[in-house]
């Protein structure tokens, strides 16, 4: 079993920052990418950031040059540095890992999702 936990989310002003976290816990053989979408209100979920193990990342365009995207291997955990943030940036944060739980599967993991409001 697998799970994905989310923290960090919040209320924040225009121009402001926030940090997201999510660790991966259970049975888990190795993670290889690990990445953060969004969904706004009558949206379709959207890719923020995503960052492989060997640390590779690619970004949204939205993203880029605000948030920053980092890892820590040695604790299955997945960060989000979101600075300079605007209205428009309002949406539910989802945790996503790509990972093993054997040497030879795939498996995709969600997170519950945390809110990300920003205010004007």
């Known amino acids: 079993q697998v799970q994905l936990v989310e923290s960090g989310g919040g209320l924040v002003q225009v121009g402001g920052s926030l940090r997201l976290s999510c660790a991966a816990s259970?049975?888990?053989?190795?993670?290889?990418?690990m990445g953060w979408y969004r969904q706004a209100p009558g949206k379709q979920r959207e890719l923020v950031a995503a960052?492989?193990?060997?640390?590779?990342?690619n970004y949204a365009d939205s993203a880029k040059g605000r948030f920053t995207i980092s890892r820590d291997n040695s604790k299955n955990t997945v960060y989000l540095q979101m600075d300079s943030l605007k209205p428009e940036d309002t949406a539910v944060y989802y945790c996503?890992?790509?990972?093993?739980?054997?040497?030879?599967?795939?498996?995709?993991?969600w997170g519950q999702g945390t809110q990300v409001t920003v205010s004007s």
């Open positions: 259970g049975s888990i053989f190795s993670v290889n990418a």
């Open positions: 960052i492989r193990s060997g640390g590779g990342t």
């Open positions: 996503n890992a790509e990972l093993r739980t054997t040497p030879s599967n795939i498996q995709y993991h």
